[in-house]
């Protein structure tokens, strides 16, 4: 399966608590709730169209419980999310979850090299896509591990100045090809990109 990872973040690369203001306010953080002004139907068609991609699930422990806490209340068995939120299988990275009650929900813990390895056992199932939905921190380590296949990443016309971000110090360096960009009638713009390996480098120095 190809490994995609699916965000929403700002301008300045926020990715904490798109979805309202009390989804995740660690450190203080007061403006829960960004994405939501920026919501419409061309959006919410991207996002159709990447989830009946879906062969199954990956989520970090914090996503895992929001949307646990959400999806298996919306019963509607046509619902372009929660039909395969629901139905699927669900693998959620956690050292502390141990009894998970969401259906087919399959928690891989470890070391980071054992944690590294099942997702990588994961990947070579056959099937379309294993995706990640926010995650910010499973993506971190995802992105450390060279793991991600695909990057669709949904920028916002919106900056905040605070908050936790997806791109840090510490990220490997790494060169994308894009594969796709499209933009919403709200300002939003879906970039798809592909790692390439190690960034390239140049120089404009004049010649002596």
């Known amino acids: 399966m190809k490994l995609t990872f699916t965000s ?23 403006h829960g709730g960004w994405q939501a002004p920026f919501d419409d139907d061309t959006l919410g068609r991207y996002i159709t169209e990447w989830f009946a991609g879906a062969d199954a699930f990956l989520l970090g422990r914090r996503t895992y419980d929001i949307f ?10 046509d619902h372009p999310i929660a039909a395969p939120l629901n ?7 956690s050292n502390t979850l141990k009894n998970p009650e969401w259906h087919r929900t399959t928690v891989v813990a470890g070391s980071d090299a054992d944690v590294a390895r099942e997702i990588q056992a994961l990947k070579d199932r056959p099937g379309r896509e294993l995706q990640v939905h926010g995650s910010g921190t499973l993506a971190k380590f995802l992105m450390g591990h060279g793991l991600i296949d695909e990057y669709r990443l949904m920028i916002h016309p919106v900056v905040l100045g605070t908050g936790r971000r997806l791109f840090t ?7 994308f090809a894009v594969a796709e960009v499209r933009t919403t009638p709200s300002g939003v713009s879906v970039h798809t990109y592909r790692p390439t390996g190690r960034p390239r480098y140049g120089s404009y120095d004049l010649d002596e």
């Open 8 to 30: 929403f973040l700002t301008l300045d690369g926020v990715v904490q608590a798109p979805g309202g203001p009390e989804e995740d306010p660690g450190g203080g953080f007061t």
């Open 68 to 77: 646990a806490g959400y999806w298996p209340r919306v019963t509607d068995p």
């Open 87 to 93: 139905a699927l299988p669900k693998y959620v990275v």
């Open 169 to 175: 110090d510490g990220v490997p360096p790494t060169s």
